[in-house]
C-alpha cells in the first residue's frame, strides 16, 4: 500500500508565501509523476502543477510565474513553493501520484492524499 500525506498548508496573508510538501510512503518500486491539485469551496477540484520523473513540469495559467513544483532527493516527495499567494488561491490542496509498485510491470497505480488547507487572506 502507498500513502501519501501532504503538510505546509496553513494561513498566510496576501502576498506571503507558502510551501507544501507531499510525502510518499509505503512498498512501490518508483514514482512516475506527481501533481498537485486543489479545490476551492463550491468549485471543482482542478489541477495546479505536474511534474515527471525525468524532470518535465506543467503548470495552470493560475500558477505560472508563481509556483515551482519540485522533487525531494529520492524522488518519493515532491513540493510546491507558492508566491505571491492571492486570495483566489484559497483552497485545499492536493498531491496525486502515478506510482510503479512491481519490477515486472511497469503500469501504474494512482493515489491521492488527503488535502491540506491553504488559506490567503486580505
Known amino acids: 500500500q502507498v500513502q501519501l500525506v501532504e503538510s505546509g498548508g496553513g494561513l498566510v496573508q496576501v502576498g506571503g508565501s507558502l510551501r507544501l510538501s507531499c510525502d510518499a510512503s509505503?512498498?512501490?518500486?518508483?514514482?512516475?509523476?506527481m501533481d498537485w491539485y486543489r479545490q476551492a469551496p463550491g468549485k471543482q477540484r482542478e489541477l495546479v502543477s505536474t511534474?515527471?520523473?525525468?524532470?518535465?513540469?506543467h503548470y495552470e495559467d493560475s500558477a505560472k510565474g508563481r509556483f515551482t513544483i519540485s522533487w525531494g532527493n529520492a524522488k518519493t516527495s515532491v513540493y510546491l513553493q507558492m508566491n505571491s499567494l492571492k486570495a483566489e488561491d484559497t483552497a485545499v490542496y492536493y498531491c496525486?501520484?502515478?506510482?510503479?509498485?512491481?519490477?515486472?510491470?511497469?503500469?501504474?497505480?494512482?493515489?491521492w492524499g488527503q488535502g491540506t488547507q491553504v488559506t490567503v487572506s486580505s
Open positions: 511534474l515527471t520523473r525525468d524532470g518535465f513540469t
Open positions: 509505503g512498498s512501490f518500486v518508483m514514482i512516475t509523476a
Open positions: 496525486r501520484s502515478d506510482v510503479r509498485l512491481s519490477y515486472y510491470n511497469t503500469d501504474t497505480v494512482e493515489y
